[in-house]
């Protein structure tokens, strides 16, 4: 909970939810401090978030009771080995706005993780080096994750005619 | 077709027109010699060194995330076994425990103690693949056929648990499947002591070997401040110096009532993480047989008579409607169903009627368990956690295997996501090859254990 | 028929038995199934005293291609070019469910069944299948090796 308090303190309005839920720290960002709130636990010696466990994205167009609202939320989750505490950040985006500002200047494993969000739920990552597909082929359309993509929609087989 | 970023690569820097010198470009993969297989190094060499490496994953993508949101809760497991698919149990813990976190049930103590006999059990047979298997494309084909038999004794051991040798779908929301059989542990501890012997051999023949290493010393290694910034947990963390494991540091199941050491290197190449898994396989043996030692064996259900009957003959009585006394009688199970008892199935699943299903002899032999079991299984019923998310992070063979649910509250899941622990390491693989020769490629990617089920999931 | 036909015939059977054992398999590996390919090609199991002992990792020294594992489309014309470039007589198994109809991954990522992209002499289902299930298959593919005829 003190982490909590601490970016409350610091960053204030920015910091749109926070949450406790089952002994998970989690956070909710506006898009636009995002960028400073990542440095911001990386760097601050109290929370030292050296370790980006996973990036992800969740689509909520069919969650019950937020259907209308943002469709895409990207989930940070982040610990710390010296001080060993986790913490969980989420950023909103809308379906037509889907851009996030990258972590990839902040830590290396982030360019993986952002291609496999572009790659299945089509969240473009400004700033990143190199987007491009990480887990299917390159021919590949439609983001799969998205839920209004089928889950057994049939290829066409690629590569060359032999 | 459109150009493609593949071939913008190869078609880059080093393939003009015009005289000199110029780069190699070797595609290593993806069909690989290695038993690994799966994964394509799309590499420039200048003679035999590594001069850029790109790689270049999902070969074996197979939708896990997408298929686990179409079924219940527990119709995950299966796609769950088929993630890291050398040290499948883990995988099944992991992932009903981050529902059971969702949910707010904890599971009963002779349960927690089967999760950590299995998990370790399976730990231990990920380790020995591992180095037999990057000890066969090093030449030490002796090591790989002495692993694969030791790895054969303990797949006996889960074979007599679970029914099944490697995709055993063992876990449950609330519990495990079954309880363990009689005699297990007799049986593990002679398993064991055939595996030291097997490992001793294996020291013998490897750990002071010449060749390995040359081979094997300084190559692939990976300073410390870009093994954190890459998130690389597990036996390649820990051969740099960290020791960060998810057992130590944030306790789960039983492990905080286990006495048990985390072997740490400090020089973070090939090496040190081959001594890191070798000395991981004994303390994982350690834990096992405390664990068998202290492990409760909990209340059994007495009967008032004692006479146990045939379970057709018991599920005739309950359809005549002959139930009384019914559900006091044991009932005698053929061997191949050890540990589905009345008494052992409650014994290592949550008392809770809302997650877990009632054992068979109370499906069949009353109407209560009838109807609990109709309310698990049918559409639009089942188990339904509270909306809501949680992570819970267990050690896997490779790191920390994470498991992100999400639910809208339905009994199907909205959102499953595994936080791969071999997905790092590949994505630091670039920075371990370039600057080294191309033939100390082999041993890099065998010492990172890359698992293709958890990599492209 | 005559006196040729015998001769051809016998010279068939011997041709046929001595392709059947003599086995030299490039294990197409690339998931779960490769586990219990490696259990079967070890000591327990030892597909070995079967003449199938020495894999071979090049199509062109490979005559029996077992296709271990689920093939996704990705892979699938890596797969194509891999049966291409072997060279007659050539035999491919497909080993384990998900290369026989793509398994229960029925979904937008994986191939259901090899089939579809090439020709498919034994089917091993299974998930994974138990190694004594392999060695079934395997004895099944050496009757249709050693049935095979030859033109002259």
Redesign the interface.
């Known amino acids: 909970m003190a982490i909590l308090d601490e970016l409350r303190r610091r960053f204030g309005g920015a910091i749109v939810e926070t949450d406790d839920h089952r002994g998970d720290l989690t956070a909710v960002v506006t898009r636009d401090a995002l960028p400073g709130v990542l440095a911001y636990c990386r760097d601050e010696a109290a929370l030292a978030f050296d370790v980006l466990m996973d990036l992800t994205a969740v689509d909520y167009q069919k969650f019950p009771g937020r259907e209308d609202g943002p469709r895409f939320e990207v989930v940070y989750h982040l610990y710390s080995i010296p001080r060993n505490h986790r913490l969980r950040l989420k950023v909103r985006v809308d379906e037509d706005d889907a851009r996030v500002p990258t972590a990839v200047g902040l830590w290396p494993i982030a360019n993986w993780l952002e291609r496999e969000v572009w790659d299945m739920f089509g969240v473009r990552f400004d700033g990143h080096p190199d987007l491009r597909r990480l887990l299917?082929?390159e021919e590949?359309v439609g983001h799969?994750l998205r839920k209004d993509?089928?889950?057994?929609?049939?290829?066409p087989?690629?590569?060359?005619a032999? | 077709m459109a150009q493609t970023t593949r071939r913008e690569f190869m078609l880059g820097e080093g393939s003009g027109t015009g005289g000199g010198p110029q780069n190699l470009h070797v595609g290593v993969g993806?069909?690989h010699?290695a038993?690994h297989?799966?994964i394509r190094i799309a590499s420039e060499l200048d003679g035999e060194t590594i001069v850029k490496a790109d790689v270049e994953i999902?070969?074996?993508?197979?939708?896990f995330e997408?298929?686990c949101e179409q079924g219940g809760w527990n119709n995950a497991i299966?796609y769950t076994d088929?993630l890291n698919?050398?040290s499948p149990l883990i995988n099944n813990f992991g992932y009903a425990s981050a529902v059971e976190k969702l949910l707010g049930v904890d599971v009963t103590e002779r349960c927690q103690y089967i999760r950590v006999i299995m998990s370790e059990i399976s730990r231990i047979c990920d380790h020995l693949?591992c180095i037999g298997?990057s000890s066969m494309e090093l030449g030490a084909f002796t090591v790989?056929?002495y692993m694969?038999?030791a790895?054969?004794f303990l797949?006996e051991l889960v074979e007599d648990v679970t029914g099944a040798?490697?995709?055993i779908s063992y876990g449950r929301v609330g519990g495990v499947k079954a309880d363990l059989p009689d005699g297990f542990a007799e049986k593990t501890l002679h398993a064991f002591k055939q595996t030291r012997e097997v490992l001793d051999e294996v020291h013998r023949l490897l750990t002071g070997n010449r060749i390995f290493m040359d081979r094997m010393v300084g190559v692939g290694a990976l300073s410390r401040e870009e093994t954190i910034g890459y998130a690389i947990t597990g036996p390649l963390l820990r051969a740099v110096g960290v020791p960060y494991d998810v057992r130590r540091a944030q306790p789960y199941y039983v492990y905080d009532r286990l006495q048990f050491e985390i072997p740490t290197r400090t020089d973070g190449d090939n090496y040190s993480r081959y001594l890191v898994r070798m000395a991981e396989m004994e303390q994982s043996m350690r834990i096992v047989e405390q664990a068998l030692a202290s492990i409760p064996s909990g209340p059994i259900n007495v009967d008032f008579e004692g006479r146990p009957i045939d379970p057709a003959a018991y599920v005739d009585r309950g359809k005549q409607g002959k139930t009384e006394g019914l559900l006091l009688l044991p009932i005698t199970l053929s061997p191949n169903l050890q540990g589905q008892q009345r008494a052992e199935v409650s014994r290592v699943n949550v008392a809770d009627k809302r997650v877990v299903l009632p054992p068979k002899a109370n499906a069949y032999g009353s109407i209560e368990g009838l109807m609990n079991h109709f309310m698990l299984i049918m559409e639009g019923y089942g188990i339904r956690p509270p909306a809501g998310e949680a992570y819970f992070p267990v050690e896997g063979a490779n790191g920390e295997l994470g498991f992100y649910v999400v639910s809208d509250g339905s009994d199907r899941p909205y959102r499953v996501r595994c936080r791969p622990p071999c997905l790092p390491p590949l994505a630091a693989l670039h920075r371990m090859i370039v600057g080294e020769m191309v033939a100390d490629l082999i041993p890099t990617f065998g010492s990172v254990n890359m698992i293709?089920?958890e990599l492209?999931r | 028929m005559g006196v040729g036909g015998f001769f051809t015939s016998k010279l068939d059977e011997a041709i046929g038995w001595a392709r059947k054992y003599s086995i030299f398999q490039y294990p197409?590996?690339?998931?779960?199934c490769?586990?219990?390919y490696?259990?079967t090609a070890?000591?327990?199991y030892d597909i070995d005293r079967f003449g199938a002992g020495l894999p071979r990792?090049s199509p062109r020294q490979a005559d029996v291609l077992f296709v271990v594992?689920?093939i996704?489309?990705?892979?699938?014309?890596?797969l194509?070019?891999?049966y291409?470039q072997m060279t007659e007589p050539k035999w491919v198994v497909a080993f384990g469910v998900c290369t026989c109809t793509g398994g229960?991954?029925?979904?937008?990522?994986?191939?259901?069944g090899i089939d579809?992209?090439i020709p498919v002499d034994i089917y091993i289902p299974g998930?994974?299948p138990?190694p004594e299930s392999v060695i079934d298959g395997l004895m099944k593919l050496q009757d249709r090796i050693a049935a095979q005829t030859q033109r002259y």
């Open positions: 299917l082929y590949f799969p993509y089928p889950v057994n929609r049939r290829q087989l690629i590569g060359p032999s | 993806p069909a010699p038993m297989g799966i999902g070969y074996l993508h197979r939708a997408k298929d299966p088929r698919y050398v693949t298997a790989f056929l694969i038999k790895r054969e797949w040798r490697l995709t293709g089920g492209d | 197409f590996v690339t998931a779960c490769g586990m219990e490696m259990a070890c000591s327990h990792f594992g689920t996704s489309h990705k892979m699938a014309p890596v194509k070019r891999i291409d229960f991954y029925d979904n937008y990522a994986t191939v259901q579809t992209i998930c994974p138990r």
